[in-house]
């Protein structure tokens, strides 16, 4: 499994050196909090009612085999509604705006792909500029950031061309994009987290202490980052270290449970669970290190996480091919999603609560 897992991680990563920010075209815009995240990296939806009858779309993004990639949508997190397969190739990660419109980074095209609200037809096809994109966000004015191998590249609302890039030399890995509240940009790659400013290409903090191979980030109710390390920790088999706002020291380094950690979520409670390759979530009350609960039913390799609305858990579990749906604070299958299902690598949950057409 320890094996499996790195030659995966592999996939991405190139030759290392540190950022170095520079200005290809256009000017800068204001950032303002992000409103639509990747399925590694997104805030949690969760209300944590319980309810079964969910409201909205779930998104699941299966790399499957290099011919059969595809986006699978499931109505009310459920019933498989529709598969997307035109303009996907190896897809990593998936975001909504505000309206609902999908995108998804082909890694396998040096795409990107945008989609009609519920995936219903493909609008735009995003190439100019891009090698390699692994991670997208949107902030909420709806400009896209999406993460090369060596840039992010921004795009206006609409556009095809980048009007800005944060440009770096001999990065050894991008993983993961984040914003924080107040609109700063997070950027990973092997040993480094860089923090920008909005509209700005040059950071205004690294963080280096504790991170290695960061593979997702996450921020608490306080602002405090959160940065799951893929080789961190004492006996390199992965981390999660903590850090208050605007700071780069390491706050607090949770290694109790963890094993190659993938991906990070927050509840509405504020409890933390990591996705870790060892074939558990384990889950973290706020502000402690020790584990809470661990959930291993029906995980099997878990590479993403993502709440619905009613606050109930859903698991990628890449080896086992399917999803699994959890209860809120429970450990026991509420159902597991396999209709469509191919080694699901990145998940998104989308409440209709925006209109569903453009």
């Known amino acids: 499994m320890k094996i499996m897992a790195l030659s995966r991680y592999a996939l991405g990563i ?6 170095l920010a520079a200005c290809s075209s256009g000017g800068s815009q204001a950032t303002t909090p992000t409103v639509a995240s990747t399925a590694h990296i997104a805030p949690s939806q969760a209300r944590a009612t319980g309810s079964n009858r ?7 993004a299966n790399l499957g085999t290099a011919s059969n990639p595809t986006v699978t949508v499931y109505s009310g997190g459920k019933t498989l509604l529709r598969t997307v ?13 505000a309206s609902g419109r999908l995108f998804v980074p082909n890694y396998g095209s040096n795409t990107v792909t945008v989609y009609t609200p519920e995936g219903k037809s493909l609008i735009r ?10 991670a997208i966000v949107l902030d909420s004015n709806g400009y896209l950031y999406v993460m090369c191998n060596r840039s992010v590249e921004v795009y206006a609302p609409g556009g095809s061309s980048p009007i800005r890039r944060i440009r770096a030399r001999n990065l050894s890995q991008y993983r993961a994009l984040a914003f924080d509240a107040a ?10 987290i860089s923090v920008y400013a909005p509209g700005s290409n040059i950071p205004m903090l690294t963080i280096t202490q504790g991170i290695a191979y960061p593979d997702a980030l996450a921020f608490d109710r306080s602002g405090n980052l959160y940065v799951s390390n893929y080789l961190g920790g004492a006996g390199g088999s992965g981390s999660v270290t903590v850090y208050a706002p605007g700071t780069s020291g390491v706050l607090r380094t949770i290694t109790q449970g963890v094993w ?5 979520q927050f509840d509405s409670s504020g409890n933390l669970y990591v996705a870790n390759n060892a074939s558990t979530v384990t889950v973290y009350a706020p502000g402690s290190s020790a584990v809470l609960r661990t959930i291993s039913q029906g995980v099997n390799e878990p590479d993403a996480l993502t709440f619905d609305g009613a606050g109930n858990l859903y698991v990628a579990n890449y080896q086992g ?35 569903t057409s453009d």
């Open 14 to 19: 190139c030759a290392s050196v540190a950022f």
């Open 54 to 60: 969910v409201s909205g779309m779930l998104y699941v």
């Open 85 to 97: 397969s035109q303009g996907v190739s190896s897809p990593h990660l998936l975001a909504t705006n």
């Open 125 to 134: 096809t995003i190439s100019q500029g891009l090698i390699g994109p692994w």
């Open 183 to 192: 609109g700063n940009l997070y950027a990973t790659n092997a040993n480094a």
């Open 260 to 264: 190659f950690p993938q991906a990070l």
């Open 321 to 355: 091919n399917t999803v699994t749906v959890y209860a809120p604070g429970s450990d026991s299958i509420l159902r597991t999603i396999s209709q469509g299902v191919s080694n699901p690598y990145a998940l998104f949950f989308w409440s209709k609560n925006a209109p």
